[in-house]
């Protein structure tokens, strides 16, 4: 499935830049924060670009999914609220028009389309 591979990915990714002993912590907080941008993708973006919102719901809850199995559900809620937060309050900073711009930019050179045009 083409969301498990972007999880594969992340987690990939992730664990080149962490510590042995902290990976899997680091990692499940890698994907919440891939969660986070989905959901923000979600919020914000389909007012100034075509997104497919059911692919961005699935990666984010995907993401959610593998990082509650590392840190469990308590943890991971509270860390994934709070990583909410702190991307919305980016997204208010850099702008919603410019943060989805940026996200599509990003965005267009993977696998998984999320945005349509």
Not at 27 to 36: G, K, T
Not at 42 to 52: E, L, P, S
Request: aromatic share 6%.
């Amino acid at each position: 499935m083409r969301y498990q591979a972007l999880v594969a990915v992340v987690l990939a990714v992730t664990a080149q830049a962490a510590p042995a002993r902290a990976q899997p912590q680091e990692q499940a907080l890698a994907l919440l924060r891939a969660s986070s941008a989905q959901s923000a993708i979600i919020t914000f973006c389909g007012k100034h670009y075509a997104i497919d919102g059911t692919t961005a719901l699935r990666i984010s809850q995907t993401a959610r999914d593998v990082a509650t199995e590392v840190l469990g559900q308590e943890r991971a809620h509270a860390a994934f609220k709070d990583e909410l937060a702190r991307r919305y309050a980016e997204v208010k900073e850099v702008g919603e028009q410019q943060w989805c711009t940026d996200q599509r930019a990003v965005l267009s050179e993977g696998d998984v389309q999320i945005f349509k045009n």
